[in-house]
């Protein structure tokens, strides 16, 4: 059999064509190696991609292609038969080949493995019927042959990892749990508000959903834990699909000064006023922070901009404002939430290692959509939300205006569901997008 029939060059290329033009997609082909690839140019290409933009370098052009590949003694001799202006000539036919959608690639990279694993299986089906004609080898020897040999193209392929037993992981496990604890004997990140303390941090690999109606602050609360975070060094993404970056700033602004949000989109502040604003953008310049507003952010999108911004700044705290959907069927809505829940908490937290924090809104009567599908995903729900006049008159002002209860948790205690004086007093301060702890109200006895 003739193994060039086990190829497809045309993927090959399509694959290569696509990174040169889109190369955050190799966030989505992490299995795909460049052994994997029939042609020696094409898995040279693409191993040089790679290595650029694992260094941060993003412009895939025939300049920085030529010197990392030239960085490499053994990939130089293996494709020294391409020189500088040939580089360029592969840039340019590969154009042709080039994929604009995240699918098509996907496409593309799972044919070059399957046909890779292909090759690899015929290979190693050729090697045992070697084997079996040698008359020198015993059952049990043959027998651990072909197991042995299946089972390592298994693992090269399927799995892509080493199948390890607990015990052998134990040590290293039991160090990320110590490396996750913080000097107080915490862990985790700590919230802003001290009273969450007793029910959760914020842990990478987890999801906390912080749920609320329409225009009780939900966003507000998001940025104050992101801004907490900047304060204390943590690489912060917000992906935004209601606010635009300038709104997002005079919010942030007016948090940052003290100084009214509407004072600060008309201009009407004093001189000193204006030096705490020029001071708090100082600040955020240094900052290892980002902002994007899109409305139409999809999982793909979102997933390649963590993983890059991972790589690139050491994000650790991600807000998502906010889970929604925009189908008129009640059924479809339910399920894209709750998918929508499941992709932040398992691909973005799970596989990324990093927090998520994300806000959901409630209906009129104080509901999440289908709440039981997100609730099956997140790791910790908070209702949050501002207090009617009978609970501000029953715990008084000085607890006030903004309550929250821990509602699900499954990194420790909830508060009781049917129990409603159960909850934490905040105060909400819309006009400077802050929020703080208020006087905790005393709750009634009625034993």
């Not at 130089?76 to 995240?102: C, D, G, H, S």
């Not at 045992?128 to 027998?143: A, G, I, Q, V």
């Not at 892509?160 to 000097?183: C, P, Y």
Request: proline content about 2%; hydrophobic content about 35%; overall charge negative.
């Amino acid at each position: 059999m003739d193994i060039s029939q086990l190829s497809d060059i045309q993927s090959e290329s399509g694959v290569i064509g696509t990174l040169v033009y889109h190369p955050d997609f190799i966030a989505y082909s992490e299995n795909l190696q460049p052994r994997h690839f029939f042609e020696l140019d094409n898995g040279c290409i693409y191993w040089a991609i790679r290595e650029l933009y694992n260094k941060g370098i993003e412009n895939i052009d025939a300049y920085n292609l030529s010197s990392q590949l030239k960085s490499n003694t053994a990939v130089q001799r293996a494709i020294e038969k391409f020189n500088l202006p040939k580089v360029q000539e592969l840039i340019q036919l590969y154009k042709m080949t080039a994929r604009n959608t995240v699918e098509e690639y996907k496409l593309l990279v799972n044919n070059v493995i399957s046909l890779a694993f292909k090759r690899e299986l015929v290979t190693t089906l050729n090697r045992l019927e070697t084997d079996c004609m040698n008359k020198n080898y015993s059952l049990e020897k043959l027998s651990n042959l072909v197991y042995g040999g299946i089972d390592d193209l298994t693992e090269r392929f399927v799995t892509n990892e080493e199948v390890r037993t607990l015990g052998s992981e134990i040590d290293t496990l039991w160090q990320e749990i110590k490396d996750r604890r913080t000097a107080d004997g915490t862990y985790g990140m700590p919230s802003k508000f001290p009273s969450f303390a007793p029910f959760f941090t914020y842990e990478s690999g987890e999801l906390v959903v912080v749920q609320a109606k329409y225009k009780e602050g939900k966003s507000v609360f998001l940025m104050n834990e992101a801004i907490h975070k900047l304060e204390n060094g943590v690489p912060t993404l917000v992906i935004d699909t209601e606010m635009s970056s300038r709104s997002y700033v005079e919010r942030l602004l007016a948090n940052l000064t003290g100084i009214d949000v509407n004072r600060i989109k008309s201009g009407q502040y004093s001189e000193k006023e204006e030096k705490k604003i020029n001071d708090a953008m100082s600040w955020l310049k240094n900052q290892p922070f980002v902002h994007i507003y899109d409305p139409y952010m999809t999982n793909e999108k979102m997933y390649a901009i963590c993983k890059m911004l991972k790589r690139k700044i050491g994000l650790a705290f991600f807000v998502y404002d906010y889970l929604k959907s925009n189908e008129t069927s009640t059924g479809d809505n339910y399920n894209l939430l709750g998918a929508k829940c499941d992709f932040l908490k398992n691909n973005i937290a799970g596989d990324l290692d990093i927090a998520v924090l994300a806000a959901c809104q409630l209906n009129r009567n104080g509901e999440v959509a289908d709440s039981m599908k997100i609730d099956r995903y997140l790791s910790v729900g908070v209702r949050w939300g501002l207090k009617t006049k009978k609970m501000i008159a029953d715990d008084g002002i000085q607890c006030g205006n903004a309550y929250a209860k821990v509602r699900v948790n499954r990194l420790g205690e909830h508060m009781a569901e049917d129990d409603e004086e159960e909850y934490i007093d905040f105060t909400f301060d819309g006009a400077h997008m802050a929020i703080s702890e208020a006087e905790q109200h005393e709750r009634k006895d009625y034993f």
